[in-house]
């Protein structure tokens, strides 16, 4: 893939992550990331998300922590902005 598609996007995502959560560091753009593709995925192919929960469910306990500290994040940046 190209290298100078591959910087943009990550500006984007870098710019998505700081409007959505108020600050943006490669940990909560990773974060972001794994958020959008599991919600995506989840919508998607309900199936195959259900299957992958089963089969992992400490990686499951992960993934709702990781939506819960976007979430908390986010509230609290919209709180900032009213």
């Known amino acids: 893939m190209d290298e100078k ?3 943009e996007f990550e500006t ?3 710019n998505y992550t700081d409007l959505l959560l108020g600050k943006e560091d490669e940990e909560l753009r990773n974060k972001v990331k794994i958020w959008m593709l599991y919600s995506s995925m989840s919508k998607n192919m309900p199936g195959l998300v259900k299957h992958w929960n089963a089969k992992f469910p400490e990686s499951k306990q992960v993934i709702i922590n990781i939506i819960g500290e976007i ?6 940046e919209r709180q900032k902005r009213k």
Do not use: D, G, R
């Open 12 to 14: 984007l995502i870098a």
């Open 71 to 76: 979430k908390t994040l986010n509230e609290i």
């Open 5 to 7: 598609f591959i910087e």
